[in-house]
């Protein structure tokens, strides 16, 4: 997989993992819905400090934006931190609604 391609897959996979629209990706990186758009089809290419902003609202490191799953060991691993940070983003999740919830009582 050339590196064009490695990061267009792993933008959509992170994002999707997320749980994040285009439109709520944009919002958190502080650009155009189009922009993530052209960026998920290869039509865009975006500066570093831009690859860190997705980093950032993705909660991950900018190298796993690059990071090349298929390669060997690689896929445990990457599966293992997706869990991880999924079920960090489910807790974290609940707290918030859980305080919400006891605010209104």
Same mark, same amino acid.
């Given at each position: 997989?050339?590196?064009?391609? #490695?990061?267009?897959?792993? #933008?959509?996979?992170?994002?999707?993992?997320?749980?994040? $629209?285009?439109?709520?990706?944009?919002?958190?990186?502080?650009?155009?819905? /189009?922009?993530?758009?052209?960026?998920?089809?290869?039509?865009?290419?975006? $500066?570093?400090?831009?690859?860190?902003?997705?980093?950032?609202?993705?909660?991950? %490191?900018?190298?796993?934006?690059?990071?090349? %799953?298929?390669?060997?060991?690689? /896929?445990?691993?990457? &599966?293992?931190?997706? /869990?991880?940070? &999924?079920?960090?983003?489910?807790?974290?999740?609940?707290?918030?609604?859980?305080?919400?919830? %006891?605010?209104?009582?």
């Amino acid at each position: 997989m050339d590196l064009d391609q #490695l990061f267009i897959h792993n #933008l959509k996979k992170w994002r999707k993992i997320i749980g994040f $629209s285009q439109k709520e990706l944009a919002e958190k990186c502080d650009t155009a819905h /189009s922009y993530i758009r052209q960026l998920e089809s290869g039509k865009g290419h975006p $500066s570093f400090a831009f690859i860190g902003k997705l980093a950032d609202a993705l909660k991950i %490191e900018p190298y796993q934006l690059f990071f090349d %799953e298929t390669q060997p060991g690689r /896929s445990a691993y990457l &599966k293992r931190m997706e /869990s991880i940070q &999924k079920k960090l983003v489910e807790t974290v999740s609940n707290d918030i609604k859980a305080a919400f919830d %006891e605010m209104r009582k």
